[in-house]
Structure formats: C-alpha cells, structure tokens
C-alpha cells in the first residue's frame, strides 16, 4: 500500500464508521421510548421504583443485567411467576425457600401491602420493555435450576409431541423453575412427579371440582385454567387463587398439546 492509499483508507474508514455511529445513536434516541414503552409508566411504577430504591433490592439483585449477583435477576419475573406468587413471596420470603436446601435466603424484609403492590407494578413495567429476547433463559432461584436435569437436552422441534413437550417444560415454558420432577420435592408448585397416575385418582375423588373426566383434561385443565382446582397445600395458592401464572396466554394451542403429552408420560 502506498502512503495515499493508506491516508485514505484511514479517513475513509474513519468517516464510514463516524456516520454508522451517529445512525446507530439517532436511532437508539428515536426508538428508546417505544422499546420502554414509557408511556406506561404511571404513579404505581414510579411508587415501585422508590420501594426498589429504597430498600436496596439492586445490592442483591440484578435487573436488565444491573446490579448484584448474589441473587436472581428479576427482568422477567412477573411473566415467569405470576402476582399472586410474588406477592405471597415478598411478604414472606421463607414460606418458600428453606436456607439448609438453598443455601442463601431472601431476607424478610416488611414490605407493606402498598409497596408490594407498588414494586411489582414497577416489575411488571420492567418485563414490557424490549430487551431483544434477554433474559435468554428462565430466571432460577437456587435450588430450582433445570440444568443438569435428565432429558434438558430434548429438542425444541423435535418430531415427537412429548419430546418437544419436555423442551418447552425445561426451557421457554418455565415450568421447571415451580415444578421438580423428583417425588416430594415441592418449589413454588408441587412436584409433578407422578403427576399422571394421580390425575386418574384426582378426577374421581369426591372432592375435585374441576371438569375434568380424563387424565390428559385434568393436565390441560392444570395448565389452561390453574385455580378452576387448586391442590390442597396452604403454600399453592391464596384467596382461592393459584399461584400458577397464566401462563396459556403466551403459548400456541399446540405448544400446550405438547406439554400435555409430555406431562402424560409422568406416571
Ligand atoms: C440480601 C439480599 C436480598 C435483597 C436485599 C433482596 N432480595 Fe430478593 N431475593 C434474594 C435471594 C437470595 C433470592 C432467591 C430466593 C431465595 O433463595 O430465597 C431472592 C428472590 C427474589 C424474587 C424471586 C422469587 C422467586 O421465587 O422467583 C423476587 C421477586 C425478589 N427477590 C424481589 C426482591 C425485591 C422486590 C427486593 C427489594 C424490595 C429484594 N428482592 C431484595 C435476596 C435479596
Ligand atoms: C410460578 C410458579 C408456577 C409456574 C411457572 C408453573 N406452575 Fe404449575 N402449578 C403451580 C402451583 C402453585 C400449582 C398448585 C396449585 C394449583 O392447583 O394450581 C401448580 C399446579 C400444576 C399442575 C397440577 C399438579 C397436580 O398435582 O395436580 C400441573 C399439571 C401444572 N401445574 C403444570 C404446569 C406447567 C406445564 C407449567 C409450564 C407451562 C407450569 N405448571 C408452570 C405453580 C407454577
């Protein structure tokens, strides 16, 4: 290269990247309020990011990424989890977690009912904003995470209704995060270990008061409507409402087909 050409190649370069950058910050500017939808932000969410400030939840948490790392990040709780879950938890942090089999804890904090409603206003505004698909894999408190578990490895597109099933179950679905699969072993939700032959047991008992007739009903029951039957368990529900989230609402009727025929085979 001659000494011109490399002159300019080093301005030309320079300029292209120069005016990338300026587009790239232009458009981050323009589109920042939509990807935020910051149009939602109302008293409550503001209220919530106080009670989030003020009790220092970022020196443990992390959200979008920011924050501590001792504990989960919360960018997509709400979704994962459900209301009624998280403000049973935040009220009461140990019902659900034990510190001998999770070895750290959330402490007890004494938010009042007002703040807890608050912060999850502001949690529930933080999972609307566009973050291009992160978190990439459901938020695991300790204790209950799927890596590692048998059968993690199924694959999403697989051909058989099942395996796709269980991939939805570990993975998108974020079903593992509230259900073991070993006997007795209960996190959010109950073990579904077994759940199966039970199902043939619960849809005959006297005090089922579901709709179900058949073992693969009371699954998609389970599934699409969570407190049409509550299992008994002071733990599993509050006020007559399941802890189970809707979750149907984000899944395609064939992706709870799957889930069905997976749960199916939990005899
Ligand atoms: C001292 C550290 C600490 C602080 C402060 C803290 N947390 Fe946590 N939090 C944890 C840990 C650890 C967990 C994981 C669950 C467990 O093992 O108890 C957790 C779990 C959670 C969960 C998820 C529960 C689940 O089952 O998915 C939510 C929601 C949460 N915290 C919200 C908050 C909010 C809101 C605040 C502030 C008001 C806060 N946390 C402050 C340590 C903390
Ligand atoms: C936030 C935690 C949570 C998540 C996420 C969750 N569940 Fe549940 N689930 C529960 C709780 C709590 C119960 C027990 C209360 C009830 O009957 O609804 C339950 C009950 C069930 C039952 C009935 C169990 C029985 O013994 O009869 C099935 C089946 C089930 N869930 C399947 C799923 C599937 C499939 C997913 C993922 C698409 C899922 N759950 C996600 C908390 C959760």
Known sequence: MTKVSTR???????????????????????????????????????????????????NCH?????????????????????????????????TFYSEERHGRLMP????????????LDFLTWVDGIDTNGW???????????????????????????????????????????????????????PSLAG????ATARVSDPAYSGDAGSVEAYLRESILAPSRYLVPGERYSAGGISFMPDIAGNLEPGQIDDLVAYLATLR
């Open 62 to 94: 992390t959200l979008l990424g920011e924050g501590a790392y001792y504990a989960p990040d919360l960018t997509e709780v709400v979704a994962q989890r459900g209301r009624t879950y998280l403000a049973a938890f935040l009220a009461n942090p140990a």
């Open 195 to 198: 759940v199966a032959s039970r």
């Open 135 to 189: 978190p990439p894999r459901p938020i695991l408190v300790s204790g209950a995470a799927p890596r590692g578990l048998p059968g993690i490895e199924a694959r999403p597109d697989a051909a058989e209704p099942a395996a796709r099933g269980q991939a939805l179950f570990n993975g998108a679905g974020a079903c593992a995060s509230c259900h073991a699969l070993v006997a007795d072993v209960a996190l959010v939700g």
């Open 108 to 119: 007890t904090l004494g938010l009042s009912g007002q703040e807890i409603d608050d912060v």
């Open 8 to 58: 300019r190649f080093f301005f030309g370069g320079t300029v292209v990247f120069t005016l990338v950058f300026i587009g790239l910050t232009i458009h981050t500017h323009t589109t920042i309020a939509a990807r935020t939808h910051a149009d939602a932000i109302d008293a409550g969410v503001v209220r919530g990011l106080h009670v989030w400030a003020g009790y220092n939840c970022e």
